[in-house]
């Protein structure tokens, strides 16, 4: 069943290039030998191709594995290039690279410090 991926335990993105011609093999294998990360965890897994203007989505759902695709007509995605890293992001965080923005957005407004009048 498809459902809003922003309620899974983890989300992770895969930074740097993937190739997007792997398919769910492909990509689960890489999350396995490159990352050791448990594929059937509560987790969302994205990759990012050359081209900035798509991503792929992986998920284990319970009895098998989701494998999503999306193109951007107008626009990229501001995706981190560092290779070889895998991030844990926030729902906000990803909000914001579906939103064109970068997942490390400065801070508008500085936490307050404690003191006296």
């Not at 050791?36 to 284990?60: I, S, T």
């Not at 626009?75 to 926030?90: A, H, N």
Request: glycine share 8%; with cysteine.
């Amino acid at each position: 069943m498809f459902y809003d991926f922003l309620h899974t335990k983890h989300i992770y993105i895969v930074c740097g290039k993937t190739d997007l011609r792997k398919g769910i093999d492909g990509l689960a294998s890489l999350i396995q030998q490159d990352y050791q990360l448990d594929l059937y965890e509560d987790a969302v897994f994205l990759f990012c191709g050359n081209r900035q203007d798509r991503f792929k989505l992986l998920h284990w759902d319970g009895d098998g594995f989701l494998l999503c695709y999306k193109r951007i007509d107008n626009g990229r995605l501001k995706w981190p290039r560092k290779k070889e890293e895998i991030r844990t992001l926030t729902n906000q965080q990803v909000r914001w690279l579906l939103e064109g923005l970068s997942v490390d957005q400065p801070k508008a407004i500085s936490p307050g410090k404690k003191g006296s009048f």
